[in-house]
């Protein structure tokens, strides 16, 4: 079962901390479907967390579409997420791959990639705007 | 949501000195809410208000609807955990079993074991810690619907802290309907993981509140190359203004971070959100910021 931790001073609320935790246990394999979530209780004495963002973190995973609670059993895993590892992304990499190099050579160091990718992500792409 | 405690225009003068000033707070039911202050803020004076050992100088203060007053149903943990020091554990459960109707003697003596104070000892023997734990014990056992906590924590450890934190927190989440808590501290780390509301309070005034992922999600420090405040985006207000001969940085609030290659914008944390609304006298910051003299070089 997935342990939560909240870093304080981090400038990330709470309840999003308890998100992304779930999030990267699925995309890590640590969670799969059908596991069950710690209960709402639990997590508030063991962490020492407010129980109202537990609640707040299981339900935006269930608007997520990752988990469904049910009622008097408990929240399970009822989506997943993509793993880095899968084969269908190999092509997506040598992309990436190719772009980094060009920006590279373009003179951008790490930071600078990581603000323009951040920046692009974003922003909204031509097909939305 | 129902509100549990609610004030309006509530002033309190010691004297000549205002403890609080024009305080209007709703604070709603089932919520954990969080009081930052400096010290003489009136951080105590309103929790006092609203538990009625003190009596409002003008303004009203309701609880459950009502005057402050129904004992029963509110409990209260006053500075420094005040206990009967030759008396031991025990006879404080005992005590508490005879004053109070609702009392629930299982909760108390698990909480007690939990802990691992040795019902024999006395409580003037207690470590800061064991008292705390003793307090908050006899404080839930009245299976108060509200809970007012005085800088529960000051005094302890961190891992005596934590203890009492994941105490305090699985008394919230296993009691139906959830309670209400309004606790006083300076340890931000800790309001952050408990509280869902903070209420910002300084020179008697509240300065600020609000849920906490609001106020985190709303405020940012934007640091760039020299610009004046009213050149940034409408979206956002600027809440502070800093400028060196080439740097500006700004405290602003905003409903969303916006991403230009011009500048840094980062989550402003809750530590220097208290701080800056707690020693920011103007709640509205200037529109545009006074001249900053350029360094000497």
Sequence with gaps: ?129 | MTAIVETRALHKRYGRRPALTDCTLSVPAGSVVGLVGPNGAGKSTLLQLACGLLTPTSGTVEVFGAPPGQLARVGFVAQDTPLYPTFTVSDHLRMGARLNPRWDAALAERRVRQAGLDPAQKAGRLSGGQRAQLALALAVAKRPELLLLDEPVAALDPLARRAFLQGLMEFVAESEPQPTVVLSSHLLSDLERICDHLVVLADSRVRAEGGIDDLLATHFRLTTARRDADTLPAGMRVLHAEHTGRQSTFTVRAAAPVDDPSWVMEPLGLEDLVLHYMSDPSESAPADPRPVPEPQR
């Design chain 1, 1 to 129: 079962m997935i342990e939560f931790h909240i870093e304080p001073r981090s400038g990330v609320a709470p309840y999003l901390q308890l998100v992304h935790q779930v999030r990267q246990a699925l995309r890590l394999g640590l969670l799969s479907e059908g596991d069950r979530l710690p209960k709402v209780k639990e997590v508030a004495a063991k962490v020492a967390i407010n129980p109202n963002t537990v609640l707040k973190a299981y339900r935006q995973l269930e608007n997520e579409g990752l988990v469904s609670p049910r009622p008097g059993v408990g929240t399970f895993v009822s989506g997943t997420l993509g793993t880095l590892a899968a084969a269908e992304h190999e092509p997506l990499r040598r992309e990436l791959a190719r772009w980094l190099a060009a920006a590279r050579a373009a003179g951008l160091d790490e930071e600078s990639i990581e603000a323009l990718f951040r920046q692009t992500v974003r922003s909204p792409t031509e097909e939305e705007r």
